[in-house]
Structure formats: C-alpha cells, structure tokens
C-alpha cells in the first residue's frame, strides 16, 4: 500500500519512505478492530496520539478508510461519524471532515484538515490527485488532495440529539438531532505552507448571507456535488429537523 502511494503521489515533501509505512499501519491495525467489534465505523480521540509517542496517526489510514467506503473520523467526534455515514450511504462517495477558518477577505470558509480522501468524485470514480506530506506536527506521512477549483461542495454537520445514553459522553440532552446544510464553489487550494495549519486547505465560497465569522457548525463534512435538496428530503423522510445556512 505505501509503495502505492508512492507511485500514485503527484510529489513527496518531507515524508520519507518510513514514514508513509508507519502512516499505513493504523489502517490493518483499524481494520482488525473494525472486524473484531463487527463496526461500520470508526474514530478515536488522535490529538492523544499527537505527543512525542512511538505511534503512528491515522490520517493517511482515515484518508483510505473513506475512498474504501468505511467511515472513518477524527477526534472522537459523534456528529462528525454520522455526517460520514450520512454521505457515503447516500451519495456514494466521501466526505472531508475539516476544522472551519473564516475568511473574511473572500468572504468564504477554510476547511482544513490532515485526513481527506481521494476518490472524492465517488468510490468508483477515479480520485484527485494528491501530494504526500507530513502532517502539521511534522510527523508521518498524510495525502493533500487538491480539490478542483470551481466543483460545487456541499456541506453537512449533523448535531447529535435524541437518546443521550447511545451519544455517550457527546454532551447532549434529550433534544432532537439537527442537520446543517451549505452548499458552495470550491474557489482554490491553500498552500501549507506558506499558509499555516493543517495541510489539506480548501477555500469554499458558500450561497447565501451567512456570516463566516459566525459560520455553524464544527467538523463540518465538505464533499462533491450540489445535493442540498436530497439532504433536506432525506430529513423530513426521516424526521430529522434540517437548517439550510
């Protein structure tokens, strides 16, 4: 799988050989766990992995989870889970979780990230070219995949609700889910650096008048296409209440 990669790499900045090895053993360590616990997805709280420890992160096993069709999420975020699952069970492709930065000069939305898929046209599509990078702990190796400037993204968050006995420890009441729905034009690819953060960096212009300083929402799942109709559908289908922002 790491030579793969290799071969497949538009270029290969500062991640050595041994390092995309070391980034690819989280995916069979993941998937055995996966098939001990007979999961369908997967997350773990990975900023404990950050510190100086003698373990690989998951964000190149994450980034291939999800070209493979398992969801697979950062930071033991719940909603974030449901977001995946949402838009692979629907639209037949993955989605990018990613950290919102407002930019106010655009007025438009930083998604950023160190894990994100490839085939984000679908799972049966051809995927997006890709740099190996570290990650922006300057460790192991990760794909930066270079979305295409002008593809129209949509973006979905869901808000955990409901039953808080099966949103362990999510801090939720007994409230119903929520569903935030954007819809936007991918307006160009950051640079990492000289730009600072994590090294995926997509720029989305967002519709509508929504503020980005105060942009909802957070790991909001960015992916391929205009679907915010068929999300709104599938809401009411089933009684989930859906915000279009």
Known sequence: MAEDYMR???????????????GVKSYYVAGRILEKEQADAITMNCLG?????????????????????????????????????????????????????????????????CSCPTRLNGFDKSPEPFDLVHH?????????????KGMRVTSVDVLPGGDPSFWKGAGVADKPSRVLISVGTVLENMEVPPSGGCVVSV?????????????????????????????RDFCQLYKIEAQVV
């Open 49 to 113: 992995a950050f510190r100086n420890q003698e373990v690989s992160l998951p964000c190149i096993a994450w980034s291939r989870m999800n070209d493979d069709g398992i969801p697979a999420i950062c930071e033991a975020d719940y909603g974030a889970v449901a977001s995946q699952i949402m838009v692979q069970y629907l639209f037949d492709r993955p989605g990018f979780q990613q950290d919102p930065v407002a930019d106010t000069s655009e007025d438009a939305i930083i998604g950023a990230h």
């Open 136 to 148: 922006h702990g300057n460790r192991d190796a990760v794909p930066r995949t270079l979305w295409r």
């Open 203 to 231: 720029k989305v212009k967002f519709d509508g008048n929504q503020e980005v300083l105060s942009f909802p929402g957070f790991h909001q799942v960015f992916f391929y296409g205009d679907y915010k109709e068929k999300l």
């Open 8 to 22: 497949r790499t538009r270029q290969r900045r500062y991640a050595t050989r041994q390092d995309v090895i070391n």
